[in-house]
């Protein structure tokens, strides 16, 4: 069981696209650490012949007919965004300088 | 305290009827008790009085036209916040969603205000439900009715709270791990987790999709039925939803009333009780097996020896989905976005990390993080690939137990409700409060819990937890009846009589 270093929770937050500073890592970084720990006995709890489950309910491919069905409008979906232009989404620059 | 308030969903259903009351009378009486006492319980994220009186108007009309739409219409109710509202903002207890408006209603509320229900208001929960105390949410905890400074159980502790001070009839609520369940039992009231997929998930804001129930909270197991039977079903906007008729529900828990279990055979957990359990909620719990006892259930003992890895699966399997789920609040499209400080001109991706710090609360970055260390390549087996494993064997012990019972039956929480504050910064003791319920989830079978008394040693509210198999919710109206008509007149009145007045109560 690798135990989650300061640096790996780092990581980890860039990866979740969450700025954490200085001061979250040194709380989060240890609680993690336990939580972990406190899962980490699952590893040798079942054999190789148990499948998975990911879901209760056995359902695969479940579909509608294709009907056209009544949608949000471009002035709801726009309501709620923090920045809209030309009846857009606006957002930040995507790309840098360099790129 | 109005008496109109303290009664029951159905009490209330038959004076609407007969023309005793009003819909209008109804939710004033429960403006008014909110205005009164949730400055102390803090319930509501958000009161819509002015909307709530409108649908109460509206209702009035419709049963003077003699055409009421529904045997409901007219009984006001609260909507945890985690549900779409149009028209009435839902945060999920987060910053990152302070004053959004959903465009759309999520079907589940679709269907209370299609029945007539005026909706009194938005409920307090942990941030995107994720607490068994509603201490996590954003705006500040939800105290517990019987004991202010404690908590209500969560993540669903504004609807509990609401339902046991009165200041909602009923309420809905979603149970992941036991949200539902487990602020029902510290708050003496009812609670039902239906069978996954027996209530659409459309519009309810997603924490762990294949863990996720919508459900009744409740003083009474016939106001659950009641509930429960208005919204559920199949909906074809969520493609997890069971495409099969919703059993009779409200019809098992009238013949549950009756007394009768014989025949019934009820299993009670080993591994749900015992070391980490209170002496006063086990004392609860071996009473209400021998009230079911002598009506007639025969009562044998069922061992489903993966229960015990249950709680190290969840903590895998709701991580790693939530992480997913929480990747959409980019501040792109909707909710909040912040600008990273000293940075010209940011990216857009600066702004989502400088986002998500600002928006999301230590327990929702816990999870995040967890989940996306889960799903990291080289981890993925050891954890998420293991606890999907541990799932099909905790469904396994469940297949196994209900040939030996027709129901299961365990304490909902280990312990009555503690006080705020005291694990805020413990994930670990936190996470111990679902022990009991999490099993279900993984499962999807259906479960309630109801008041089984009050824990000698503290005089809090104990529950006492059913299981039944997927679907065959019907069974826990059934058995959930028959075992609240006994402790009732045990008590000499509903549980809640004795909790405190609240009148003058302050925060």
Known sequence: MPEITRDEVAHLADLARIDLDAAELDHLAPQLSVILESVASISEVASDDVPPTSHPLPLTNVFREDVAQPCLTAEQALAMAPEVDQQRFSVPRILGDEQ | MSDLIKQTAAQMAAALADGTTTSVELTQ????????????????????????????AASDARRSAGTPAGDLDGIPIAVKDVLATQGLPTTCGSKILEGWIPPYDATVVAKLKAAGLPILGKTNMDEFAMGSSTEHSAYGPTHNPWDLDRIPGGSGGGSAAAVAAFEAPFALGTDTGGSIRQPGAVTGTVGVKPTYGGVSRYGLVALANSLDQVGPVTRTVLDSALLHELIGGHDPRDSTSVDAPVPGLVAAATQG???????????????????????????????????????????????????????????????????????????????????????????????????????????????????????????????????????????????????QADVLLSPTAPTTAFKLGEKLDDPIAMYLNDLATIPANLAGVPGISLPSGL????????????????LADDRLYRVGAALEVALTEKWGGPLLDRAPDLTGASA
Do not use: W
């Open chain 2, 29 to 56: 009486a429960h403006l008014d008790r909110i205005a009164a006492v949730d400055g102390a319980i803090h319930a509501y994220l958000h009161v819509d009085g002015e909307g709530a009186l409108a649908q109460a």
């Open chain 2, 257 to 403: 009333a009756d007394g009768d279990l014989s025949g019934l055979k009820v299993g009670v957990i080993k591994e749900l009780g015992g070391e980490g359990y209170q002496a006063g909620v086990q004392q609860r719990f071996q009473e209400s097996v021998d009230h079911l006892v002598a009506m007639g259930a025969e009562v044998v003992e069922v061992s489903c020896p993966s229960f015990v890895h249950a709680l190290a699966a969840y903590y895998l399997i709701l991580p790693a989905e939530a992480s997913s789920n929480l990747a959409k609040f980019d501040a792109m499209r909707y909710g909040l976005r912040v600008f990273p400080e000293g940075v010209d001109s940011p990216s857009a991706e600066e702004v989502m990390r400088a986002s998500r710090d600002a928006g999301f609360g230590d327990e929702v970055k816990r999870r995040i993080i967890l989940g996306t260390y889960a799903l990291s390549s080289g981890y993925y087996d050891a954890y998420y690939g293991q606890a999907q494993k541990v799932r099909t064997l905790i469904s396994r012990d469940f297949e196994a137990a209900f040939g």
């Open chain 2, 455 to 470: 824990a000698d040693e503290d005089g809090l509210p104990a529950g006492v937890q059913m299981l039944a198999p997927a």
